[in-house]
């Protein structure tokens, strides 16, 4: 598999900044084998994602990291470099609703997601089975309702003890507290059905089909301390008709949520998010 270095650039935006990163990586004489650009003409921001094939540099991703760190300044940039050797570490979290979790977990058995999922949190013991199966650490740490911080206390000391580079709600029925999405800000990603805020609750499904709803969806975003309002990576729908049954609603919307999460952490684990205020660029 090619290696490669993937420059991620966020800058106010003027004339220039294309030539003179491409310039830059040509000087090194390293080959560019993707890139992508977007100007936000409101904001007047500029977004940049360069992938350089390593082998063409002869360097190490420190030694680039230093020699562009004058270009960075030129421009004011907010920047990054990774490795793509260094597989990112992914823990996720789920309750009782397994098809997020299967879905994410057979995708990372057949290469679909270049990761480490490196553990397993669920406030039930309903997946450690099909986890360990996996061959994958499982943590049941149990949410006592009338004393959550102690449970999110352990959430956090495990996160940090699997030094976890990203953590994927896959239907992990729990508020994350303030602190938890403060300390992991633009590294957690959440999934659920896009019924919100029109019917919450339980059974949204059901709810939809009183309604005589048309259309199925699911949003994948990065959370926050608002509620379901974090920057959204990724949507779809699924369209249905009077002839669908509530329990074809549940099983449409299943499919819209893995497929949705699988694609938002793929783009997160591939350097295509960027985070612009409550929004995000996606290089996708």
């Not at 397994?98 to 480490?116: F, I, K, N, P």
């Not at 004393?147 to 940090?160: G, H, L, M, S, T």
Request: charged share 20%.
């Amino acid at each position: 598999m090619s290696h490669y270095y993937r420059l991620v650039v966020s800058c106010p935006d003027q004339v220039g900044i294309v030539a003179r990163v491409s310039s830059f990586i040509a000087q090194q004489g390293g080959s560019i084998t993707e890139a992508s650009q977007h100007s936000d003409l409101e904001t007047g921001r500029f977004f940049m994602r360069y992938e350089i094939l390593a082998d063409s540099l002869g360097m190490s991703a420190e030694a680039l990291r230093s020699a562009f760190e004058p270009v960075a300044a030129e421009f004011d940039m907010q920047w990054s470099l990774v490795d793509t050797q260094q597989r990112r570490r992914v823990v996720l979290m789920v309750s009782r609703e397994s098809h997020c979790l299967v879905d994410l977990l057979y995708r990372w058995q057949a290469g679909e997601l270049d990761c480490d999922i490196v553990g397993v949190i669920s406030n039930h013991e309903d997946m450690r089975s099909l986890t360990e199966w996996y061959g994958i650490p499982y943590h049941h740490i149990p949410v006592d309702p009338d004393n959550k911080q102690v449970a999110f206390e352990r959430v956090q000391a495990q996160i940090d003890s699997s030094r976890a580079d990203c953590v994927v709600l896959a239907r992990y029925m729990q508020i994350l507290p303030p602190s938890l999405c403060e300390r992991y800000a633009g590294r957690v990603i959440n999934i659920h059905h896009s019924f919100l805020p029109s019917f919450a609750g339980a059974k949204p499904y059901h709810q939809a089909y009183e309604r005589g709803v048309k259309l199925i969806g699911a949003t994948c975003h990065y959370v926050t301390q608002e509620l379901d309002a974090g920057p959204i990576i990724e949507q779809d729908i699924h369209r249905v008709s009077h002839c669908h049954t509530p329990t074809d609603l549940v099983r449409f919307g299943r499919d819209v949520e893995k497929a949705v999460l699988a694609r938002g952490l793929r783009w997160h684990l591939e350097d295509r998010v960027l985070i612009h205020g409550n929004k995000t660029v996606v290089f996708s």
